[in-house]
């Protein structure tokens, strides 16, 4: 194996999901916009390039905060709403990925995995740089109000996820199953 590979290979498995970040420490905008710029070279069917990359300012993380407490409320109560609140407003960065709707399912399907190419890209050069992200999906990213918030119109994308971005406080560790339980050599 070339030092390369030995490298892209530690990059991958030594990425994790950080669900904690320095509140006080924000990436550079240009890091992640060049970030970004890199991760569309995603291979995706037909080049339609089906992806769209939304960083969230100041007012709009607010508002979507403002949103998932309201949500928030009438599932789970006020005092786990408020902690959540808090919490989100802590967040450092916000990055909402998209993928472009079609009628055709076979296409919708590629263009969803493109998207997802292109969101893992993003992860790994940004944690090559020391930026942690998690990729989260939930009732709040499914709403109505937060393509409104975000202003991505419903009937022409789709939200493959809302990406955080920051410096990590914590590194969590996690698992993968051996590769004898998810690899078949056939004949
Ligand atoms: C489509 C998608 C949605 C995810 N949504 C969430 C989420 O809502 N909350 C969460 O904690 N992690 C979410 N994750 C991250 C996974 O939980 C995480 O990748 C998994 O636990 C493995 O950890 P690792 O990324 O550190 O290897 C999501 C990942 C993907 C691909």
Redesign the pocket.
Same mark, same amino acid.
Do not use: A, E, L, V
């Given at each position: 194996m070339s030092n390369q590979t030995m490298d892209i290979a530690e990059l991958i498995s030594s @990425? @994790? $999901?950080i669900?904690v970040f320095e509140p006080d420490k924000i990436p550079d905008k240009r890091i992640i916009k060049e970030a970004i710029a890199t991760a569309c070279w995603a291979p995706n069917h037909h080049l339609t390039e089906p992806w769209h990359f939304f960083m969230l300012g100041k007012e709009t993380v607010a508002d979507v905060c403002q949103l998932n407490k309201e949500m928030l409320i009438e599932t789970k109560g006020i005092e786990k709403a408020e902690h959540k609140y808090k919490r989100w407003m802590e967040i450092p960065g916000w990055i909402v990925v998209t993928c472009q709707k079609s009628d055709d399912e076979v296409r919708y399907q590629e263009d969803y995995a493109a998207c997802c190419c292109a969101i893992q890209n993003l992860m790994l050069i940004l944690w090559q740089q020391g930026i942690g992200t998690?990729?989260? $999906? *939930?009732p709040v990213t499914f709403d109505e109000r937060f393509y409104e918030l975000v202003w991505i119109n419903q009937e022409l994308e789709n939200i493959v *996820?809302l990406i955080w971005y920051g410096y990590p406080a914590d590194i969590?560790q996690?698992v993968r199953k051996p590769l004898q339980q998810v690899f078949t050599e056939l004949p």
């Open positions: @990425r @994790r $999901t669900h998690k990729w989260s $999906t *939930g *996820g969590p996690t």
